[in-house]
């Protein structure tokens, strides 16, 4: 089978990461030691931004982002609906109520046009995810935001890596957060997340909010904080895998434009861009009316070929997240969760691979 992604294939790097880990067991130093300092030295050069900080995970990444630009209980947020629910989990955290607006049926990632119904000087801060590696137009939901002093936080959970008009995604709204998790670009050896931003003010306060709300040690300053510290053997094993990034991500756009020269002919479309902007974390088609979805993912896995659906469940309808409702008017959100299918991207994938894929595309109408 080949698989949808498979992380013991980074084999170049394994004794280099073996090495890494070792060296931190030997130092004793295994919470925000030096590794830690290090990686975010280094993403924030990677970024351009002013301020990175490590934290435990992305959803921590999201969580004390949204607590830093002023949520708290009751606070209203807006976010997609079709995005794992990671930032309704974090709004529900803190006792947010989540609103959701609509994609763009292109891309799938958050359209401003039906956002600007939902926009009030209520709204605490919009959450824009850079879905599958897409790059969400997030200065045109910024320019929208500003009127009503509303913050833009940018998930770039599975879009490290990606560009928008010359600007690394997570420095163009006010804070950017980031998954480590193993299958992401850039992945750790467990969780692990990050927080970037500009704005010094909010700096401070995530730096805060990630340490129990410390301004000094066992002084706690501010409401809200968290244990959420990124540990020096997951910083160290991303500090070489920083260095791979964009090498990685290259490798990974060039699969997935052989994928769409593939769908050439055919009904199915390709959600995920490989522009050169694009992180292209994931490869997501987008299938035709008359293409059941159950048989043409049967028909892959008849030829070996390991399929997956990000996401089945829209946010608004999960049961255990908040202000879930089925009469959110998501038209293309619900729409698209019904038709698409992520197959196999990852840049260990061999030629073979990547032939017998386009093969089963190509003949797939």
């Not at 955290?93 to 600007?116: A, F, H, N, Q, W």
């Not at 992945?187 to 340490?211: P, S, V, W």
């Not at 390709?270 to 902007?277: G, R």
């Not at 088609?285 to 390991?306: A, C, G, V, Y």
């Amino acid at each position: 089978m080949i698989p949808l992604n498979d992380l013991s294939r980074n084999y170049p790097f394994s004794l280099e990461i073996q090495e890494a880990v070792t060296k931190v067991v030997k130092s004793g130093n295994w919470i925000m030691g030096p590794e830690h300092d290090l990686f975010e030295d280094e993403l924030a050069l990677f970024l351009d931004s002013d301020s990175v900080f490590g934290v435990a995970s992305g959803t921590d990444s999201l969580e004390i982002a949204l607590r830093a630009v002023g949520c708290v209980n009751g606070s209203k947020i807006i976010t997609v609906g079709n995005a794992g629910g990671y930032a309704a989990i974090a709004g529900a955290l803190i006792g947010c109520e989540v609103l959701y607006s609509d994609v763009d049926p292109l891309r799938l990632v958050m359209d401003p046009k039906p956002l600007t119904s939902l926009l009030s000087a209520e709204i605490t801060a919009v959450v824009v995810t850079h879905l599958y590696g897409n790059v969400a137009p997030v200065k045109a939901i910024m320019d929208l935001c500003k009127p009503f002093n509303i913050r833009v936080i940018e998930d770039c959970a599975q879009a490290i890596g990606a560009t928008s008009e010359g600007r690394a995604v997570g420095t163009i709204g006010d804070i950017g957060t980031f998954s480590f998790y193993p299958t992401k670009n850039l992945g750790a050896i467990g969780d692990a997340g990050a927080i970037a931003t500009y704005d010094k003010e909010l700096a401070k306060r995530i730096e805060q909010l990630r340490q129990y709300g410390w301004g000094a040690k066992y002084v706690i300053d501010i409401a809200g904080g968290k244990n959420s510290r990124l540990d020096e053997i997951q910083a160290a094993v991303l500090r070489i895998s920083l260095r791979r990034i964009d090498d990685l991500n290259s490798k990974r756009r060039e699969i997935l434009k052989e994928y769409a020269n593939a769908l050439v002919g055919t009904d199915i479309s390709l959600v995920t861009s490989y522009s050169d902007e694009s992180a292209a974390h994931l490869a997501v088609l987008l299938l035709p009316k008359n293409i059941e979805r159950e048989s043409f993912r049967k028909k892959l896995s008849d030829l070996e070929i390991q399929t997956a659906i990000h996401y089945p469940i829209l946010d608004a309808d999960q049961v255990g997240l908040p202000n879930n409702d089925s009469a959110w008017d998501l038209p293309v959100s619900r729409d698209s969760a019904n038709r698409i299918v992520s197959i196999p991207l990852f840049p260990e994938l061999t030629s073979e691979e990547v032939k017998t894929i386009c093969m089963a595309l190509a003949s797939s109408n």
